[in-house]
């Protein structure tokens, strides 16, 4: 019998929203989310959807404990048949045994239960990474025991399986012995238990008979300080066996056996079970989940924190290109030599302000009367442009690259793509030249159509044509780097008389109102296409982040998922009551 369609479709969804990657980059303490997130879904996966699915089904009781405490000793001599292998190395269960009655052996066989684990069956231990299910005629129906790895293996991937068994428990049998009773794994361990109102049992074992009164008294009392004092106990006393992997004698243990069997054969027992732990689950999910989703968005923060740091490296580098726009440097070199061979003479700069127009007429003659070198200031220009967008380009890249490498999400990136992505990344990109080339040389042709549109008016036609559309054009490109900051000595005459002799020629042939439109024009022309260049770079870093971590809505629709789970809660089946009625809530599995 289901336990509640409305729940378990709840669970499912919940589910779903957990198969996002949702810690992906080391941003907090992400090995315990990612620990927390894994054991979430394996009690989903594991525990909560199979036992909703089927309310009825055999109880799981998992055997857990520490290293030595005679677990497996334990189930053997529970089972009466040697169905795991104790021994004396450690760790001696390197795979789970799952003990069940023939009745109940097909639910244990139908993977629904630990789906993860496949099943073997046959003598012997089972490989590591599987659930070996032995099935005897001695174990009451209704009941089935999982000897499971130590909580404390020095094993990690046991201390793991270890803790998803536990999850997966609907009855924890928890062995200790009276040495080791008081260490602080296992504690830690029922804390857990405790904490999401598990079922419980404690099996105190290997008890000399003359420490039976003190060391049960002081179990008592640790179980009382830490919220446990209803959970059944059983001590086991000291026994001399004749091997190690002799059985407990019958007697030892049937105090156990007895009330393992009279729990399976009572419907109501058994259900008072279910529901405790089931019940303890789901309100576990209250807490979890909503931690869950606030780490998640810690993720989001981290991820979006570094895609600030790399757009804030290439808004630099437009900053960069702006500065070179406008301190005077693309006006230096082979730009200002070229700028001398169009004029045709430089002393015509230094007498620039006193005759602008003995300058026009000696700038028309030239361009009239001989080939001009247009070409030339032409490239150089472009040249020169092209050189500022890669430089500043080189810088973001670099920057970017440091900043992601001082922040541990970064470098975690960086580490995941390789070195040798990391280290193109730390560069313009390949194609960044021709790219830039052509995105120039379009400005510039731009810059003509600008010319050209301007001087199809009839009132600057005649001047236009007397110029020629490349000439004026060029002098519109020259006059978008207007300022001389950061040029010293001779060059600021020269890169300073370029620009003001370019402005006052088109203010001759346009007027000083439209060239201000068109240079600002051309100016910001030039911008968009250089933004469009580094917004191209930038998408380097960007696209490594895009589908990396959990999406917007990702831990919204967590917390909406943990609240319907709390709100279907409601349809868990009550515990039938002996008379027939209806029971409270469940009590302790004695």
């Not at 080391?26 to 309310?55: C, F, H, M, N, S």
């Not at 998803?164 to 602080?184: G, I, K, N, P, S």
């Not at 995105?439 to 009132?459: C, F, H, I, N, P």
């Amino acid at each position: 019998m289901a336990g509640g369609t409305g729940l378990l479709e709840a669970l499912g969804t919940l589910r779903r929203q957990l198969d996002h990657d949702l810690f992906p980059l080391e941003i907090g303490d992400v090995a315990a989310d990612r620990r927390a997130l894994k054991e979430l879904t394996g009690q989903l996966d594991d525990y909560l959807l199979p036992r909703l699915a089927d309310i009825d089904a055999p109880l799981l009781a998992v055997v857990g404990g520490s290293t030595g405490a005679g677990k497996s000793t334990l189930v053997n001599s529970i089972a009466r048949a040697d169905v795991t292998e104790p021994g004396v190395l450690r760790p001696t269960t390197l795979a789970p045994t799952l003990v069940t009655g023939p009745e109940d052996a097909p639910w244990f066989m139908s993977g629904r239960v630990l789906p993860g684990l496949p099943r073997v069956t046959g003598p012997g231990q089972g490989e590591p990474g599987t659930l070996k299910v032995a099935v005897v005629d001695t174990l009451s129906p209704g009941l089935a025991l999982l000897d499971a790895p130590d909580i404390d293996s020095v094993v990690t991937a046991n201390r793991e399986l270890a803790a998803q068994l536990l999850a997966a428990a609907d009855l924890w049998l928890f062995v200790t012995t009276a040495a080791r009773y008081a260490d602080e794994v296992p504690w830690s361990f029922l804390r857990s238990a405790r904490e999401r109102s598990t079922a419980l049992a404690i099996i105190l074992q290997r008890v000399p008979p003359d420490a039976l009164g003190p060391v049960t008294a002081d179990l008592e009392r640790l179980l009382r300080e830490n919220g446990l004092a209803g959970a059944p106990l059983f001590a086991v006393l000291e026994s001399a066996l004749p091997s190690e992997n002799a059985r407990l004698p019958a007697e030892a243990v049937r105090p156990i056996t007895d009330w393992l069997a009279d729990l399976s054969a009572d419907a109501r027992s058994r259900a008072e079970v279910v529901r405790q732990t089931l019940s303890g689950a789901l309100d576990s999910l209250v807490v979890r989940v909503p931690v869950l989703a606030a780490h998640a968005d810690r993720q989001r923060e981290g991820i979006a924190a570094l895609r600030d740091v790399a757009a804030k490296s290439y808004d630099s580098a437009m900053s960069a290109f702006d500065e070179g726009m406008r301190d005077g440097s693309l006006l230096r070199g082979e730009v200002l030599a070229r700028w001398q061979d169009f004029i045709g003479t430089g002393d015509l700069m230094r007498s620039l302000e006193s005759r602008v127009g003995r300058v026009r007429d000696v700038v028309v003659a030239f361009v009239m009367g001989r080939p001009t070198p247009d070409r030339e200031l032409r490239v150089a220009l472009e040249s020169g442009v092209e050189s500022l967008i890669r430089s500043s380009a080189e810088g973001a890249a670099e920057r970017a690259v440091e900043s992601w490498l001082a922040m541990p999400a970064g470098r975690d990136l960086l580490e995941r793509v390789g070195v040798s992505t990391a280290g193109r990344l730390g560069r313009t990109s390949s194609d960044l030249r021709d790219t830039a080339g052509a995105a120039v040389r379009a400005w510039q042709g731009e810059v003509l159509e600008l010319v050209r549109t301007e001087g199809m008016s009839k009132r600057v036609a005649a001047r236009t044509a007397s110029f020629g559309v490349n000439g004026l054009g060029l002098l519109l490109m020259l006059g978008a780097f207007a300022s001389t900051g950061g040029i010293t000595g001779i060059e600021i005459g020269i890169a300073g008389g370029t620009s003001v002799l370019s402005q006052k020629l088109l203010e001759a042939i346009f007027g000083d109102q439209a060239v201000r439109a068109l240079t600002h024009e051309a100016r910001e022309d030039l911008r968009r296409r250089v933004r469009a260049l580094l917004d191209d770079e930038l998408a380097r870093f960007t696209e490594l982040l895009d589908g990396v971590g959990p999406g917007e809505d990702a831990s919204a629709n967590l917390r909406a998922a943990a609240q319907a789970v709390q709100e279907r809660k409601r349809e868990l089946p009550v515990t039938p009551a002996p008379d027939g009625g209806e029971g409270g809530a469940p009590g302790d599995p004695r």
